[in-house]
């Protein structure tokens, strides 16, 4: 399988909740995040058509906090552990977060 990703990932742990376009909630969390994208790891419960759109809420840790973010995507692929997310729309908590691991 050749490498379909434009960005670096990284092995990121965090909590993480799929808001459907349906308004169907899914939670899981990530096994691996990048710049554009991450794979959740969760049971989808049904067939998830690739390129459905979705939000990402991640759960992501501060100094002293939790802070979340939503974050809106679309399923790039799922396997049996879980689902692939492209993100379409970032935000500057996301940026801030993922900065630490670029450095």
Same mark, same amino acid.
């Given at each position: 399988?050749?490498?379909?990703?434009?960005? @670096?990932?990284?092995?990121?742990?965090?909590?993480?909740?799929?808001?459907?376009?349906? =308004?169907?909630?899914?939670?899981?969390?990530?096994?691996?995040?990048?710049?554009?994208?991450?794979?959740? @790891?969760?049971?989808?419960?049904?067939?998830?058509?690739?390129?459905?759109?979705?939000? $990402?809420?991640?759960?992501?840790?501060?100094?002293?906090?939790? $802070?979340?973010?939503? $974050?809106? =995507?679309?399923?790039?692929?799922?396997? @049996?552990?879980?689902?692939?997310?492209?993100?379409?729309?970032?935000?500057?908590?996301?940026?801030?977060?993922?900065? @630490?691991?670029?450095?």
């Amino acid at each position: 399988m050749s490498e379909r990703r434009d960005h @670096e990932r990284h092995l990121i742990r965090r909590f993480a909740l799929l808001k459907l376009s349906n =308004g169907e909630l899914i939670e899981g969390q990530t096994q691996d995040m990048s710049v554009g994208g991450a794979f959740i @790891e969760c049971d989808p419960g049904r067939d998830l058509q690739e390129g459905e759109t979705c939000t $990402i809420t991640l759960i992501l840790e501060g100094d002293d906090e939790s $802070i979340s973010t939503e $974050i809106y =995507g679309n399923i790039t692929h799922r396997e @049996e552990g879980g689902v692939g997310c492209n993100f379409l729309k970032l935000n500057s908590t996301y940026y801030q977060f993922m900065s @630490e691991y670029f450095d």
